[in-house]
């Protein structure tokens, strides 16, 4: 196969989104916070400056500052400050500096207890195959080298036959994850201790699951709930949808090596439409409609191999974050205390190494 495409540079994350409304978000009184001093590591978010919307530290401060208590936070691939200069598939490498230099900035106490970008996740193409290798190497040295703050990569491989429905952000071919030369890329992450990050749609996760049964030994960390479709052939399907995502979602859950991240359904593309309504939800009417899909993903893969994450600010144009994480407590008010610290930060910071 030959190297991915460069990505089209209006192809930014929100595109699965909804650009931020704060005058729609604030429509509704602000909700008291439900278990504030429930510790939570975030552990999928982004940071940009592009032409549609900026949404750096001191607005992921805002937000994570709304009264929920985040100790930590992963930051993921989303095409932000690439290098400008050198080398093609080197460019990714200034999303690393980048997010370590944030990161840097937190750690220094300054901003209180928040460590956001404690653990960081790129972008490398691995159709490069095993000359990735030494573009992996160049993210180590700028997370700050072994045990730093880089942790992985996210090759999205979202494809849909559809033209309705908006493929991943590097313009994957249908089958990525299968192909021969990906995959000798992808056999460079264990050995560097690196994870992958798995996105793309519900009808490809049988394609997940065959990539994390041929590589046993590297840790897959499914995005979004497996990305469920609710938009273009699958609008108005949603039972459909659900059925077969539940049937795929089991099977892969068989692999020891898949973690789930519980989010990520408050994207356009998604199977709601709290993004269209009047008012934006509350943190009930999200949790009500969530609550299926996480509490099968939590059914299949046990707390220890799920989290919750806020998917900033790609689901902030569904519902706010205080809104959100509260929504999340909602869910998992039920849990024993052991699960319900491994949702929150104990399976992010296991996984993350952080």
Not at 167 to 181: E, I, K, M, Q, R
Request: proline share 7%; with cysteine.
């Amino acid at each position: 196969m030959a190297a991915t495409p460069a990505p089209d540079k209006h192809r930014d994350a929100i595109g699965t989104g909804v650009v931020p409304n704060d005058a729609w978000l604030n429509a509704r009184p602000p909700e008291a916070i439900l278990e504030p001093e429930l510790a939570i590591v975030d552990p999928h978010h982004h940071l940009w400056d592009n032409k549609r919307h900026r949404y750096l530290l001191d607005e992921l401060r805002q937000d994570t500052g709304s009264g929920h208590r985040i100790v930590a936070t992963v930051f993921v691939d989303c095409m932000a400050f690439y290098r400008a200069d050198g080398p093609a598939a080197m460019k990714p490498v200034g999303e690393t500096e980048f997010a370590n230099g944030v990161a840097a900035m937190c750690a220094s106490g300054v901003y209180g207890e928040l460590r956001a970008c404690a653990g960081i996740v790129s972008h490398v193409d691995l159709t490069l195959g095993a000359a990735a290798r030494e573009v992996l190497q160049a993210h180590i040295v700028a997370g700050g080298g072994e045990g730093g703050r880089f942790k992985g990569i996210r090759h999205a491989g979202g494809w849909d036959a559809s033209p309705q429905i908006r493929n991943s952000h590097t313009n994957p071919p249908p089958g990525l994850y299968a192909d021969a030369v990906f995959r000798q890329g992808f056999a460079q992450l264990a050995p560097l201790g690196l994870s992958f990050e798995a996105w793309q749609f519900h009808p490809q996760l049988p394609e997940v699951t065959a990539l994390a049964r041929a590589f046993p030994d590297t840790q897959i960390i499914l995005n979004h709930l497996g990305g469920p479709l609710g938009v273009g052939p699958y609008a108005g399907k949603q039972a459909e949808t659900f059925a077969q995502w539940q049937r795929h979602m089991a099977e892969l859950a068989t692999c020891p090596n898949v973690t789930v991240k519980l989010g990520g359904l408050g994207m356009k593309i998604g199977p709601f439409d709290h993004h269209a309504r009047p008012l934006p939800p509350t943190s009930q009417e999200v949790a009500d409609a969530w609550r299926p899909w996480v509490e099968t993903a939590i059914e299949h893969f046990g707390a220890q191999r799920c989290m919750f994450e806020s998917n900033f600010p790609v689901d902030k144009g569904g519902a706010s974050y205080a809104v959100l994480w509260n929504a999340f407590k909602h869910i998992a008010a039920g849990a024993s205390a052991d699960d319900k610290a491994a949702l929150f930060a104990g399976t992010a910071q296991r996984v993350y190494k952080l």
